[in-house]
């Protein structure tokens, strides 16, 4: 789940992710539809924590990866 959708600039963005069956890292980037990274950082999951990211994004459509 993310929210707020749409975001306003420079705008808390949360993501809530489903609980792991156990601790582990994962990595979670913003890119725009041209392919630019805007965020990408290493976080350490422990079960079902949300993520609020700060960023300062341009108005346009990004892709979420989580991997």
């Known amino acids: 789940l993310v929210y707020p959708n ?17 601790e582990g890292s994962f990595n979670i980037s913003i890119s725009d539809m041209y392919g630019s990274i805007w965020i990408s950082e290493n976080r350490i999951e422990s079960n079902g924590q ?8 341009n108005p346009g459509l990004y892709l979420i990866s989580i991997q």
């Open 6 to 22: 749409p975001a306003k600039s420079q705008e808390t963005v949360n993501i809530n992710l489903p609980s792991m069956q156990e």
């Open 50 to 57: 949300g993520i609020q990211l700060q960023g300062n994004l």
